[in-house]
């Protein structure tokens, strides 16, 4: 089955919202009502959003290079980032927008027909939301998902703004109306707040999911029964991309050969558990202490290397009279 790229789905995201766009702040042109223009002006946000967010992937995409050995699919925060701060702008202009007519407020005109353009808008987001959340789910990108939410969050704000449009209507109380748009508002800065939360949680190099890591024991306790053990596991999430780092213990009389065909096994079948892996792993002999006590982000100062340098020297001198070389 053919699978869409990352960018695919932000170019659809383009054009819903420059459609989204016109047609909402056709309906608040239609009715005055500052609840449907706190509707359309969360669609601004979202073509602007969506412009960022195919920066980002566009980044994203970028093979790893001298100056960003580990790639660039962090990239993908700057868009969730920019998007959560977009929102909390959106928010703070439908609250300015709102307050004066709270205090003064006007009458709705032409509701069918504004509503009719409104909620046109919301089926376009709440389709595309539908997808972009599949989409960013597979692909694991933060950027769709970011997007995704976003759009959901777009269509609940105009099935309120809808609401509370219909009760002014119907009861004439003309106060509904900035009291819905402020109600909005308070959706939309949580729905910020999220998304820079997500954002700050990204940077800041989190563990990879409950399910990832429970993939990746599973991987481990096939190799636990050949004997060979593991620590200092540490897991990372760089948008689309996994971090895996290790260590693993063989019995000491193994070769080095035969060590290293043990590690490229295991990461072969880490990475087709897990795709978009990148792991790393160190070779350690279960017999020696000193194995184990290198398992936090430092070495335990007081551990002592067992391995005997000065016989180590002595042996290449030997090799090198006998006209050989020996690699420390």
Not at 32 to 55: I, K, P, R, T
Not at 241 to 263: D, E, N, Q, Y
């Amino acid at each position: 089955m053919h699978t869409h790229s990352r960018r695919f789905y932000m170019f659809l995201s383009i054009g819903a919202a420059l459609v989204t766009m016109g047609v909402k702040f056709i309906g608040y042109f239609l009715t005055g009502s500052v609840g449907l223009f706190a509707d359309a002006a969360e669609s601004v946000v979202n073509l602007v959003a969506a412009l960022v967010g195919l920066w980002a992937l566009t980044l994203a995409a970028r093979p790893a290079d001298e100056d960003h050995t580990y790639g660039h699919t962090k990239s993908e925060y700057f868009s969730s980032g920019v998007e959560g701060a977009l929102i909390l702008v959106a928010a703070l202009i439908i609250i300015v927008e709102a307050i004066p007519r709270l205090l003064h407020p006007h009458a709705i005109e032409q509701v069918g027909l504004g509503l009719a353009f409104s909620v046109a808008g919301a089926v376009i987001n709440g389709v595309l939301a539908w997808f972009m959340l599949r989409a960013g789910k597979r692909l694991r990108s933060i950027t769709l998902e970011a997007d995704a939410h976003h759009l959901y969050a777009d269509v609940f704000t105009t099935a309120g703004v809808l609401v509370g449009v219909l009760l002014v209507a119907f009861t004439g109380w003309l106060i509904l109306d900035p009291i819905i748009a402020l109600l909005v508002a308070l959706n939309v800065i949580w729905t910020g707040i999220r998304l820079l939360r997500q954002t700050g949680l990204g940077l800041l190099d989190t563990t990879l999911s409950k399910e990832d890591v429970k993939q990746i024991e599973a991987v481990f306790e096939t190799y636990r029964a050949q004997g060979i053990l593991f620590h200092a596991l540490r897991t990372r999430q760089a948008a689309s991309r996994r971090f895996i780092s290790f260590h693993v213990l063989v019995p000491g009389t193994w070769t080095v050969f035969k060590g290293h065909a043990m590690c490229e096994d295991i990461e072969l079948t880490l990475r087709n558990a897990l795709p978009e892996t990148t792991v790393f792993t160190h070779l350690e002999p279960r017999e020696d202490p000193t194995s184990f006590a290198d398992q936090g982000l430092d070495r335990d100062p007081l551990a002592t290397p067992s391995f005997d340098t000065s016989s180590a020297l002595q042996d290449a001198s030997a090799y090198s009279r006998a006209g050989r070389t020996l690699d420390l």
